[in-house]
Nanobody, 123 residues
């Protein structure tokens, strides 16, 4: 089972980036999916989560109103649209698949993790 995150890179403050997470070897269309991030020297923290149908989404307060999570079950993929980027958004971003079908904010409820993609936002 593999989750491949992509779309990271260098962005400018106020700009946008779109992260993608594609799954292989297994379908996650019935699983909640989430994004987490880890900044240098800090713990990995929750960013956003979406339920299996794509009808319920949660966001960390720090990204609410700027980031949008979505999914395409036909493509077995989940996305994170990041707008109005800030230097504090600089981190490695990880996508993950939850054990169940709901959107969850707690990392211990996720049992499949991607390798991470680096996002760097310059001021």
């Amino acid at each position: 089972v593999q989750l491949q995150a992509s779309g990271g890179g260098l962005g400018q403050a106020g700009g946008s980036l779109r992260l993608s997470c594609a799954a292989s070897r297994r379908t996650f269309s019935n699983n909640g999916m989430g994004w987490f991030r880890q900044a240098p020297g800090k713990e990995r923290v929750f960013v956003s989560a979406i339920d299996w149908r794509g009808t319920t989404a949660y966001y960390a307060e720090s990204v609410k109103g700027r980031f949008t999570i979505s999914r395409d079950n036909a493509k077995n993929a989940v996305y994170l649209q990041m707008d109005s980027l800030k230097p504090d958004d600089t981190a490695v971003y990880y996508c993950a698949a939850a054990r169940g079908s709901t959107a969850v904010t707690i990392s211990s409820y996720y049992n499949y993790w991607g390798q991470g993609t680096q996002v760097t936002v310059s001021s």
